[in-house]
């Protein structure tokens, strides 16, 4: 019809058209690979129309072919919910990398977000979700975790936003992610393990543990996943693909551990000494790293991850182990002084041999600080008690947990003699046995405290009473 509107009028009164003669087919319509003939006037010189050039063909020919994936993204633009220490820590290594961080928090963190590069923060998580985040980081507390999860306006957001938590366990918000959020929602379980303290110097080396619980199959969805992954790459962490169940059973023994060990010592308000030779000053520091933490993070550690129930009975259990081997190592050394013999054919020549360096250890050791030796002897029986549970190197061990792993290695060369001598030689160390007897107690007894307090308050007061949000 173009063409024959075309050849009807001649060159000189051609009307104007408003838009180019050269047609183009609809975008949502192939490409054909034939020009239409336009019918030249009869005053115009006709010529027919030229073959298309090889570039021309080269274009027509990858216009045909499949489309080419879109290249993988490099920014994200990351919603934190729980802008606290820990996701202001985060927070500062994202916006480092280029992301844009749109962060929420109950408590007003405004002032701290205008001074962080790319950071906007958001008192209404309405607005939060409207400007569709790519990925929906929750760094909360694990006490508020599913409380949280249920404040987020998430019909505001895009249907496969990526959603991602940092809790140090994971069987529990894989969970609550499967059961809150839509299918088309995409969920990736992660576990810095470090944090503002052990990550202040940079994250290289240091082990992130993470799970794709749910990616979609596009390209767009893989593409994001792996932009979030790359944030942790960049930073040199030690990557580590892991399920949230294998996780909880290794995190037990290291992470539910180490704050246990350390609070039962911060229990005992032991006294660092400065003259201390022995190199048991890391204890302090593991006091010091632990109980820097909020007990809510230990209680949820214990409530939130099924194995520490059992650990906490094998400390017990071990403790007892400890202390038996001690008063049967104690009372064949007497009997030997009273009768000449133990009685216990078996414990004959350790009785000996143990009386032996004692008499010898009382002579060099008569100057020994009281302090410094009280402080290891409580070491050498932490490190008995460890050395019984038959602690293992595991591939997410913090740095705490590498402490008690010292710990158990330095007294597997000391011997039980030692142990048997500073016992001996220091006056009060029943009492230090029963301060270590008591501060376990208190710890456990405060964890199921906790515990019974939560379940009568469901029971009986205010049904899903687990509201504290400490961000």
């Known amino acids: 019809m173009l063409s024959t509107l075309a050849s009807s009028h001649p060159c000189t009164n051609r009307p104007s058209l408003p838009f180019p003669l050269r047609l183009s087919p609809p975008p949502f319509l192939p490409l054909s690979r034939h020009r239409l003939p336009l019918h030249s006037c009869h005053s115009c010189h006709a010529s027919p129309s030229p073959l298309p050039n090889s570039s021309a063909s080269l274009s027509l020919s990858q216009s045909n072919s499949k489309p080419h994936p879109p290249p993988p993204l490099t920014t994200l633009k990351i919603a934190i919910i729980g802008f606290g220490n820990f996701g202001q820590f985060l927070s500062k290594y994202f916006s480092q990398q280029g992301h844009t961080i749109l ?33 929906v980081l929750l ?18 957001l895009r249907r496969s936003t990526l959603f991602v938590d940092v809790l140090s366990v994971k069987e529990f918000p894989r969970s609550i992610f499967l059961e809150r959020l839509p299918p088309d929602f995409d969920i990736i379980c992660t576990h810095p393990m470090f944090g503002p303290e052990s990550g202040k110097y940079g994250w290289n080396g240091l082990p992130f543990v993470y799970e794709k619980v749910r990616i979609g199959d596009s390209h767009e969805r893989v593409s994001r996943c792996e932009a979030f992954l790359n944030i942790f790459k960049k930073e040199g962490c030690r990557m580590i693909d892991m399920s949230c169940k294998e996780h909880d059973e290794i995190a037990a023994e290291s992470q539910f551990l180490t704050h246990t060990v350390g609070r039962v010592l911060a229990e005992m308000r032991l006294k660092p000494n400065p003259d201390d030779s022995m190199g048991y000053d890391t204890l302090f520091q593991l006091i010091e790293n632990t109980c820097s933490d909020s007990f809510e993070l230990y209680y949820g550690l214990f409530m939130y991850n099924k194995n520490s129930t059992d650990l906490l009975d094998r400390i017990y259990a071990a403790y007892e182990e400890v202390k038996k081997d001690l008063r049967r190592m104690v009372q064949g050394i007497l009997r030997r002084r009273l009768f000449g013999t133990t009685g216990v054919g078996e414990l004959e020549d350790p009785a000996a041999r143990c009386e032996a360096f004692l008499e010898s250890f009382n002579k060099e050791m008569v100057d020994l600080n009281e302090n410094a030796a009280g402080v290891h002897f409580v070491a050498l029986t932490i490190g008995m ?44 160390s029943n009492e230090l046995l029963d301060q270590l007897d008591i501060s376990l107690a208190k710890v456990r007894t405060e964890l199921y405290g906790r515990l019974h307090d939560i379940l009568r308050r469901q029971l009986f007061d205010q049904p899903g009473i687990i509201s504290n949000v400490h961000n």
């Not at 963190?109 to 607005?127: E, W």
């Not at 760094?139 to 505001?156: D, F, G, M, N, Y």
């Not at 947990?401 to 048997?420: H, P």
């Open 139 to 156: 760094c909360t507390s694990i006490l508020s975790a599913e409380k949280v999860l249920r404040s987020i306006p998430i019909q505001r």
């Open 103 to 135: 962060a929420h928090s109950r408590s007003d963190y405004s002032s701290i977000a205008n001074s962080l590069d790319n950071t906007i923060f958001f008192k209404d998580p309405h607005d939060l979700c409207e400007s569709h985040p790519d990925v």
């Open 385 to 428: 008690i460890l050395a019984k549970l038959g602690l293992k190197p595991t591939s997410i061990a913090t740095k705490g947990y590498e402490t008690l792993l010292k710990l158990v290695e330095d007294i597997s060369s000391e011997s039980f003699d030692l142990y048997i001598a500073l016992f001996m030689h220091i006056k009060n």
